[in-house]
């Protein structure tokens, strides 16, 4: 078991394309290790001075984390997560 | 590069903006996974309910992607509206530009407001924080594929 991590095609340099890979951790902080383990450089698109990115959505079974703990969520086996780049802009 | 774009979209999007002044509106046009084919219009929240900022609601985000990656379809064309200024790229729009396979289009409303009356309509690619304007071509219907 293992957790889906669903990856938007702005970050699929970081993955070889693919628009899903899984990863593992018990936390969403410690997933992120994980998956820049074998995908370098994908943590520092992710997060920026230990916190989220401001302007990427990250979610575990369509719950918002920001709602859920932030970077300490708690993550199970078959948890999915989604990284979703925020529509936004002035 | 050209973004072509039925007429309906169009007066739709127009109608979004204007109907939204002086709060930016915002949304996208999903199409066909490579094909830039705009067909479907979603009018999206303006979760900051700002005249100066706009953001996607992040649950209808995260809704409209899995909608989107279940059809098999990509965001064609993102939208949003300019309530005082001209239609072109903010410097934040440019920074938080994240789909470069978008055409971005910039509506501006500072004209007439609410009101009937011409709008600047004009569209982007946003790529590495290089923005590049593309003509609009809008058309009765798309072409059948």
């Known amino acids: ?90 | 590069m050209v973004l072509t774009i039925d007429q309906a979209t169009y007066d739709a999007i127009v109608a979004h903006a204007k109907r939204d002044h002086p709060v930016e509106a915002c949304g996208v046009v999903a199409g066909a996974a490579g094909s830039d084919r705009a067909e479907r219009l979603v009018e999206m929240v303006n979760a900051a309910g700002s005249p100066t900022f706009y953001e996607f609601d992040s649950t209808d985000l995260l809704q409209l992607y899995k909608q989107m990656d279940a059809d098999d379809e990509e965001p064609v064309v993102i939208y949003h509206s300019h309530t005082a200024t001209e239609a072109y790229p903010s410097r934040t729009d440019i920074g938080l530009a994240q789909e470069p396979g978008a055409h971005y289009v910039l509506v501006s409303t500072r004209e007439h407001g609410n009101n009937e009356g011409p709008v600047e309509f004009r569209s982007y690619r946003i790529v590495d924080g290089e923005v590049t304007e593309e003509e609009v071509a809008v058309v009765a219907q798309l072409s059948s594929n």
């Open chain 1, 1 to 90: 078991m293992a957790i889906e991590v669903r990856i938007p095609t702005i970050l699929r340099t970081y993955t070889g394309g693919e628009k899903a890979v899984s990863g593992d951790g018990a936390s969403l902080s410690a997933l992120i290790d994980d998956l820049e383990a074998n995908h370098p450089g994908l943590k520092d698109r992710l997060l920026d001075n230990g916190d989220l990115r401001r302007f990427v959505n990250v979610y575990v079974n369509d719950e918002d984390v920001r709602f859920i703990g932030g970077l300490d969520a708690p993550l199970s086996d078959g948890d999915e997560v989604v990284v979703l780049p925020a529509v936004a802009g002035g």
